[in-house]
């Protein structure tokens, strides 16, 4: 086993992670970054496909800056959000980020003339360099950054466990390098939790292959607060077919240099969403979008899973082409384009809620743990806010180090998880591989913790997550037993994380007994602000857990009703 000593172990190497550990190298504070993939090529950050101007930035005027504030608090959080952070992090992408990121190097796409292409309206995102692919160059450039400032990187190496000292703080983290199959114990005097939340905890998911809910799963064996784990975020026109293209999506929102975008159209050949007609401040495209469908499936002209259709067949090619990667897909899939509509579903994309923390500090409940990013639940996420979270969590970690003794953690715990881990890695002639475990937690948290679920979803969701416990992941077992590069014995430790977080998700779905944008029980359709405009706070007992409620800060927005059919609010 190898032990290793740092001021601030990183657990991520998405936009958070990376901007975390920058600044705290700027501040002169060593860190290491630890990380399930590589550093800047795994987690979601890689897929944002453009970049939304917030404040004032490039070119943006003081309606612009308000609408996009209303945009991010009203359609992009429903509420559940700290406005008083919203506003700091807006000034922050206005004053810091894109002048950072321009001066870094990154290109944001410009016109003929040099002017910067943009999407037209009242909120307005650039593309590096096209849009659908912003993520790519961006994660590229924080890479080489990391890579640039010399930040100590273990990559490719999964954190299991997150490790205490005597006194219950957090103090560094147990990980398994999965190229050697080695054990690695970091001592630190923080641990920043940057694991993210697209997680892939349903049949359909633009979380990929190492999201398994890692972050909320290792939190909460160290006892950290929870908040509105419930508010799951669903892309609405994602490919249907083949299944590896389910991240792959036709965004709803105007294009660049362009005030069209994508139509949808229902199995009877009727358009049902047109965002020019039914968002046309395009505020925000996933929830009104969702809202839609789920009237079409209600209507039965439309399923979750698919019959249903997008495309851009209203719009000429040169259009789409000129600053998009939209027009691609079609012709990949071997679909005439722009004349070809493509068979679209919904898709799992991001957890609003996730780990507790204030906002000022990134503080979790547990001293010495840090979040940051959209594994955090005070905001949903887009990667200009995962980016502001970095530098929150970097100067709430620098101001707290002092007051952190160099203390090692306990001991018990490390052998607690190396066994754990060995059993995880043993095999038998009759054992269930664990990728059909994670296969069987996936159908029953689409099929019973859907778009649409109730109280006799969610408690048939848990049963069946008890007895997946009981008769699988007791029998589960890998083939190969080798340490080195073994991916079966990563998927049975992700197995456990996946089931102890979709426990915490659906006791959250039963708590919250309303519809909120789109979290939608088929049991309590009304959202209902004056008992639910509330973060819905999961914290860990003595003998299991218990929920508590917390008022939000209306200071900049507030709704303009009290109880009404969340499918006929426009957020
Ligand atoms: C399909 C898709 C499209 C999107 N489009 C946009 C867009 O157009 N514009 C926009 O602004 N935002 C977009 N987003 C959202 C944006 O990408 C996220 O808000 C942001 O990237 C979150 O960054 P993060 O650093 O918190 O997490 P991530 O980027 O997800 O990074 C998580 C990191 O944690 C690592 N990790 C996970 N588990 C462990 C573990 N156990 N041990 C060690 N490391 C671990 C992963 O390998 C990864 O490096 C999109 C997201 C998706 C999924």
């Known amino acids: 086993m190898k032990v290793l000593k740092t001021d601030v172990v990183i657990v991520g190497g998405g936009a958070a992670g990376c901007y975390a550990a920058l600044s705290l190298q700027r501040m002169g504070i060593d860190a290491i970054i630890v990380c399930k993939g590589l550093v800047g090529k795994s987690g979601a950050s890689i897929f944002a496909g453009n970049l939304v101007v917030s404040g004032r930035g490039l070119g943006n005027s003081d309606e612009q800056a ?29 004053a810091v980020y894109y002048p950072e990121l321009e001066e870094a190097g990154l290109y944001l796409r410009r016109d003929d003339a040099g002017e910067m292409v943009m999407s037209p309206g009242r909120i307005r995102s650039v593309a590096a360099n096209v849009q659908g692919n ?13 890579i640039r400032a010399g930040i100590a990187r273990l990559e490719e190496t999964a954190v299991t466990a997150l490790l205490r000292r005597a006194d219950g703080s957090v103090g560094g983290v147990f990980a398994l390098q ?20 697209s997680d892939r905890l349903h049949a359909r998911s633009t979380g990929t292959r190492e999201m398994s809910a890692d972050g ?12 509105n784990l ?12 083949p299944p590896s293209w389910q991240r792959m999506q036709v965004y709803p929102n105007p294009m660049l240099g362009s005030d069209k975008s994508a139509r949808m159209v229902n199995s009877r050949g009727e358009e049902f969403f047109n965002q020019q007609q039914d968002d046309p401040l395009a505020y925000g495209p996933y929830t009104v979008q969702l809202k839609a469908l789920a009237k079409q499936v209600r209507a039965g002209a439309a399923r979750y899973d698919g019959d249903y259709f997008a495309g851009f067949d209203h719009c000429d090619a040169r259009e789409v082409d000129a600053y998009t990667s939209y027009g691609k897909i079609y012709r990949q899939l071997g679909l005439r384009f722009p004349e070809g509509l493509v068979e679209t579903a919904v898709t799992a994309h991001y957890r609003q809620g996730g780990i507790d923390v204030d906002t000022r500090t990134m503080r979790a409940s547990v001293p010495g743990l840090y979040v940051a990013g959209g594994l955090a639940g005070h905001s949903n996420g887009l990667i200009g806010l995962a980016t502001y979270d970095g530098k929150v969590v970097a100067e709430g970690v620098a101001s707290d180090l002092p007051l952190r003794d160099d203390v090692d953690v306990a001991a018990g715990d490390i052998a607690a998880e190396e066994s754990r881990l060995e059993r995880l890695r043993a095999s038998a002639p009759d054992a269930v591989a664990p990728a059909r475990v994670k296969e069987a937690v996936r159908a029953l948290m689409w099929d019973k913790v859907g778009v649409e679920k109730d109280a006799a979803s969610l408690g048939a969701a848990l049963e069946e997550l008890a007895r997946i416990r009981r008769d699988l992941v007791a029998r589960m077992g890998v083939r190969r037993t080798a340490r080195a590069c073994n991916y079966e014995w990563l998927d049975a430790i992700d197995v456990v994380n996946m089931i102890d977080s979709c426990e915490l998700i659906v006791h959250s779905s039963l708590e919250r ?5 789109p979290f939608m029980r088929r049991d309590f359709p009304d959202q209902d602000n004056e008992r639910w405009l509330r973060a819905n706070v999961l914290l860990r007992t003595q003998n299991g857990r218990r929920f508590e409620q917390r008022p939000y800060d209306l200071s900049l927005f507030r709704p303009d009703f009290t109880v009404r059919d969340n499918l006929e609010v426009a957020w």
């Open 216 to 227: 909320i799963a290792m939190a909460w064996r160290v006892g950290a607060a929870m908040v």
């Open 513 to 517: 007994q309303e519809s909120r944008g």
């Open 134 to 146: 912003s993520g790519i160059p961006f994660m590229d450039l924080r890479r080489k950054q990391v």
């Open 178 to 197: 999965t190229m050697t199959g080695e054990y690695v114990v970091v001592g630190a005097r923080a641990v920043i939790l940057a694991t993210g939340y």
């Open 66 to 94: 308000r609408d996009t504030a209303e945009f991010l608090i009203k359609y992009h959080n429903q509420f559940l959000i700290d406005q008083q952070w919203a506003r700091r992090c807006g000034q922050f992408i206005e």
């Open 230 to 241: 419930e508010m799951q975020w669903w892309h609405t026109n994602d490919i249907a077919d």
